[in-house]
């Protein structure tokens, strides 16, 4: 039988705070940076949260490594499945060579190539698809039915939400209550751990997803109270082109989080110039999807304290070359 280890109800914050036990001394303790340019530009007091220089190159691993240490013996032994269009599949390469889980990536035939290499060399058998055309989710649970493999989706379980709650949890540690949280939003996994911290930790924040405006479904979805569904959105934030909230993540974002904001695909290159010009930091589109929203100036930010999530760096250096050079 193939088993998506989800407890009965959602995860708590006390989830995050045991997932931070759990991967501790496997995941990195990010540093939190600062950039008296971008604190100028926007009037704020902005702490960046640099999950590019995570493990695996974004924050996924903390998920990953959550969910999969959270098995039990047996079904490690049997070994896990995932689908993801890069990062998580990495992710979880990663976090099953480190437990000495076998580990199955369903991967899309147009994901980045740095990617795909990237997985391979962390020792995972990859099987593709065609997003385009094939339904990634039934593909993944037909191939775990038939080899009796755990399959940890990418954003919508609990442990997978937990997991990435402790990035925000580390994040208020090092920074104290902020006044603003703000993440990168696909499917919802990092905005609702996270909010799990902020809403436990600093509960008169303020917490924000942003989405790249060609995949709008999380603002839609929590502005009409129900999971709205997309076609495959066409952006450069290739992490973020989920087409639907998950059970898991949309009702802790409906409870917990302000507002969901959009950015495009020209403010993520914006971004990703500043970060490189002033920061010396190579970001991936979809992880400059949070800054993007404040640099932009879609937040009022003056006088504020903003936590903001870069949430990975997982970029072709060719497409960083043509994306930042324009
Ligand atoms: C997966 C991913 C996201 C989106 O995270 P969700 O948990 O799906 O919302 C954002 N940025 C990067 C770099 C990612 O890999």
């Given at each position: 039988?193939?088993?998506?280890?989800?407890?009965?109800?959602?995860?708590s914050?006390?989830?995050?705070?045991?997932?931070a036990?759990?991967?501790?001394?496997?995941?990195?303790?990010?540093?939190?940076?600062?950039?008296?340019?971008?604190?100028?530009?926007?009037?704020?007091?902005?702490?960046?949260k640099?999950?590019?220089?995570?493990?695996?190159?974004?924050?996924?691993?903390?998920?990953?490594?959550?969910?999969?240490?959270?098995?039990?013996?047996?079904?490690?032994?049997?070994?896990?499945?995932?689908?993801?269009?890069?990062?998580?599949?990495?992710?979880?390469?990663?976090?099953?060579?480190?437990?000495?889980?076998?580990?199955?990536?369903?991967m899309?035939?147009?994901?980045?190539?740095?990617?795909?290499?990237?997985?391979?060399?962390?020792?995972?058998?990859?099987?593709?698809?065609?997003?385009?055309?094939?339904?990634?989710?039934?593909?993944?649970?037909?191939?775990?039915?038939?080899?009796?493999?755990?399959?940890?989706?990418?954003?919508?379980?609990?442990?997978?939400?937990?997991?990435?709650?402790?990035?925000?949890?580390?994040?208020?540690?090092?920074?104290?209550?902020?006044?603003?949280?703000?993440?990168?939003?696909?499917?919802?996994?990092?905005?609702?751990?996270?909010?799990?911290?902020?809403?436990?930790?600093?509960?008169?924040?303020?917490?924000?997803?942003?989405?790249?405006?060609?995949?709008?479904?999380?603002?839609?979805?929590?502005?009409?109270?129900?999971?709205?569904?997309?076609?495959?959105?066409?952006?450069?934030?290739?992490?973020?082109?989920?087409?639907?909230?998950?059970?898991?993540?949309?009702?802790?974002?409906?409870?917990h989080?302000?507002?969901?904001?959009?950015?495009?695909?020209?403010?993520?290159?914006?971004?990703?110039?500043?970060?490189?010009?002033?920061?010396?930091?190579?970001?991936?589109?979809?992880?400059?999807?949070?800054?993007?929203?404040?640099?932009?100036?879609?937040?009022?930010?003056?006088?504020?304290?903003?936590?903001?999530?870069?949430?990975?760096?997982?970029v072709?250096?060719?497409?960083?070359?043509?994306?930042?050079?324009?």
């Amino acid at each position: 039988m193939s088993d998506v280890a989800t407890t009965a109800r959602g995860p708590s914050y006390g989830d995050v705070a045991r997932a931070a036990e759990r991967i501790r001394g496997a995941a990195h303790r990010t540093p939190v940076l600062t950039s008296r340019t971008a604190d100028a530009r926007t009037g704020g007091q902005l702490f960046f949260k640099a999950e590019n220089l995570q493990r695996a190159g974004a924050f996924k691993f903390r998920g990953a490594y959550n969910a999969i240490a959270a098995l039990p013996e047996d079904a490690r032994r049997r070994g896990v499945i995932a689908y993801s269009s890069g990062n998580h599949a990495q992710a979880i390469a990663l976090a099953a060579r480190l437990l000495g889980v076998p580990a199955t990536i369903v991967m899309p035939l147009d994901a980045p190539a740095m990617k795909v290499a990237a997985t391979r060399d962390y020792g995972a058998e990859i099987v593709t698809y065609d997003r385009y055309t094939q339904d990634r989710e039934a593909l993944g649970r037909a191939i775990a039915a038939e080899r009796s493999l755990s399959l940890i989706p990418p954003y919508d379980h609990p442990d997978v939400i937990a997991g990435q709650g402790t990035l925000a949890l580390e994040l208020i540690e090092e920074t104290g209550p902020l006044d603003i949280l703000v993440t990168c939003l696909g499917g919802g996994g990092q905005l609702a751990g996270c909010a799990l911290a902020a809403a436990e930790l600093m509960p008169r924040a303020r917490v924000y997803g942003v989405e790249p405006e060609a995949g709008n479904d999380g603002q839609r979805s929590f502005r009409e109270g129900r999971i709205v569904r997309i076609p495959v959105p066409q952006t450069i934030a290739d992490g973020a082109q989920t087409t639907h909230l998950g059970d898991h993540t949309f009702p802790i974002i409906a409870r917990h989080v302000t507002d969901v904001l959009t950015v495009s695909d020209a403010q993520l290159v914006e971004t990703m110039r500043f970060f490189a010009e002033r920061m010396k930091l190579v970001v991936e589109p979809t992880g400059c999807l949070a800054a993007a929203s404040v640099l932009g100036g879609l937040l009022d930010v003056r006088d504020l304290r903003v936590g903001i999530v870069i949430s990975g760096g997982n970029v072709d250096l060719a497409s960083f070359a043509r994306l930042v050079a324009g």
